[in-house]
């Protein structure tokens, strides 16, 4: 059989978000129910934070001219309270977020002063604006909060809610159809295996891919190796889903049924590519409904997932940040990619004279599963390149791939 050249992994990208429009509607959410949402629309500060001046430390706020006096205690603010005006010729007892009080220009630390009866005697040297925090120096009003196709964390979370946000629109959750084909594949759970079979790990291992990227999954299960069983299970995914994710059955085998009914209801490229681990690699649509099929291989399933059907879901569920995260690390190996493909290590890393090291998994292979399991990070090897032991080196975190 002839083939044409392997496909580079960027041009395979390329291909894939050009056809990557947002496919979600919009929703207004509860901000407390916004964990890992995607924002609908720009969000803008509504007022000043802090919305006063007010004290980051508990002690005096006070005039600055006054420094090197003693002064007595006219005014007592906290937290919650209300600012009051500072009397003449006196000092006000401060507690940390208490607002400063009209006519006070700074705060002086409670370790910063000596008390002798009823005064407090204020040191040398004072500078205005010393310890306190001036109003909108953490947002004004007006400013830009989060972008539009945020995925919305923890710390967004309190940013919006310290503006008074209580709900936001966002991007309906991506509905994916998973299929995992072939004869050979059983349930964990379903017993022992018989002769020829292994369990299916491809499964749980994409829903957890698809679940922790937000989307929602709807489980076709096992999808057996023939013509029909395999259409049948696509003609359900399309019309359940804004898009179909199946692995296995994408190679050029008999066995192989993915290419001619996603072919036969839509229309397919199937891609070998130059990546490793993966190659085969099939994108298309059935109906209208988006098709994405990667290789059985569970490495392969999970490296052509983050490299490929990752960022392309990104898209479609309206991310504006969909590049992978790279970071420099130093290479405990030698290796000479001479082949076809730009190469994927899973490594771990550790950290050496203060310094990231990568060192990769013995067993490489594209079934052991173990080697990402057992990792932290992918390393790249980039084709026709030699990575000689302590060369920097570009890695992806791989819980930076998680969502
Ligand atoms: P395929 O891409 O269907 O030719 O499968 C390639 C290899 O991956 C074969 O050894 C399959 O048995 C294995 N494989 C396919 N699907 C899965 C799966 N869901 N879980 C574990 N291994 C699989
Ligand atoms: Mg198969």
Known sequence: MHFKPLLPLSDALEQLLENAAPRVGVSDVPLGES???????????????????????????????????????????????????????????????????????AVVMQEDVSKKGNLIELPQCIDADQHIRVRGQDCR???????????????????????????????????????????ELREPGSGPLPPGAIYNSNRPMLLGLLTALGCDVVDLGIVRDTAEATRDALSRASTSADLILSSGGVSVGEADHVRDSVSALGEIALWRIAIKPGKPFAYGRVGSTPFIGVPGNPSSAFVTFVMLARPYIRSLQGRNDIAPKLMPARADFTVSNAGSRQEFLRVTTYLKAGEIW?????????????????????????????????QVIQLMPLDSLLY
């Open 141 to 183: 009003a007006g400013d830009l909060l989060l972008s539009r196709g945020r995925g919305i964390r923890p710390q967004d979370m309190g940013l919006l809610a310290s503006q008074g946000i209580a709900q936001i629109p966002v991007l309906n959750k991506l509905k994916v159809a998973l299929l995992s084909t072939g004869n």
């Open 35 to 105: 964990l890992g949402r995607i924002l609908a629309a720009d969000q803008y500060a509504l007022i000043d934070v802090p919305p006063a001046d007010n004290s980051a430390m508990d002690g005096y706020a006070l005039r600055s001219a006054d420094a090197g006096r003693s002064l007595p205690i006219s005014e007592r603010v906290a937290a919650g309270d209300s600012a009051p005006s500072l009397g003449p010729d006196s000092i006000a007892r401060i507690f940390t977020g208490g607002e400063i009080p009209v006519g006070a220009d």
């Open 358 to 390: 990568a060192r990769p998994y013995a067993n490489q292979s594209s079934g052991v599963l173990s080697s990402v399991s057992a990792s932290d990070a992918l390393a790249v090897v980039p084709l026709g390149e030699l990575i000689e032991s302590g």
